[in-house]
């Protein structure tokens, strides 16, 4: 299994503002992944980061909104930009095992 | 198009009442059934990995179970700790993952 680690765990954010959320894994990974968790609803996958390439975003899901990094192969950052209330929500980093998925702890933002 | 549905929604169950969540599934070529448990706030905490039909696992309190269709996760003699949101995550061809709703389950002492 694979460790997480997720900061923030928590923030309040204004309206209008960004904020990076950073993820560091113990061991190095090809790929990892961004999710989020709106309040009550189950997981949507917003995009895979590979090292060295761009990330791959979803549908509905655009890189001015969520810019990724992924400088080396046990950490990444996604920046969620111009917040506003609907980004509210638990944003969650993970990577894959065996075959399972292993996730971190998440980020929990409330944007005012 | 792939679909993941878990059943119930939720559950209330009083300490030591054994019962069964339920996911049904329809995708294409199954890969695997992941299991998860997530307490409120938190990132979801891998449970199990089923492939094969009539596959089987085990831990403390917790069994899965697998069909051609559905997956059982069943909670026997469940503590007040066992009350948390379980999530049914199924891999299909191509690495593609499908999310259940999850269960949100309780446990009252």
């Known amino acids: 299994s694979a460790v997480i680690s997720q900061k923030p765990s928590r923030d309040i954010c204004q309206r209008g503002t960004s904020l990076t959320i950073q993820c560091q894994v113990d061991?190095?990974?090809?790929?990892m992944f961004w999710y989020r968790q709106q309040p009550g609803q189950s997981l949507t996958l917003i995009a895979t980061?590979?090292?060295?390439?761009?990330?791959?975003?979803e549908s509905g899901f655009v890189i001015d909104k969520f810019p990724i990094s992924r400088p080396n192969l046990t950490f990444s950052t996604l920046t969620v930009s111009n917040m506003s209330p609907e980004d509210s929500s638990i944003y969650l980093c993970?990577?894959?095992?065996?075959?399972?998925?292993?996730f971190g702890e998440g980020s929990r933002l409330t944007v005012l | 198009e792939d679909q993941v549905t878990q059943s119930p929604e939720a559950l209330r169950l009083q300490e030591g009442e054994s019962s069964s969540l339920n996911c049904s599934y329809t995708?294409?070529?199954?890969?695997?059934l992941f299991w998860y448990r997530q307490d409120p706030g938190k990132g979801p905490e891998f449970l199990f990995t089923?492939?094969?039909a009539g596959e089987e696992k085990e831990k403390e309190r917790l069994k899965a179970t697998l069909t051609k269709k559905e997956s059982f996760l069943h909670i026997t003699a469940p503590k007040p700790e066992d009350s948390a949101t379980y999530l049914c995550?199924?891999?299909?061809?191509?690495?593609?993952?499908?999310f259940g709703g999850g269960t949100r389950v309780l446990v009252k002492p």
């Open positions: 993970s990577v894959q095992g065996s075959g399972e998925l292993f």
């Open positions: 061991s190095q990974v090809t790929m």
């Open positions: 980061a590979n090292q060295g390439s761009e990330a791959t975003y």
């Open positions: 995708v294409s070529g199954l890969r695997g």
């Open positions: 089923l492939y094969s």
């Open positions: 995550v199924v891999k299909a061809a191509g690495n593609k993952l499908t």
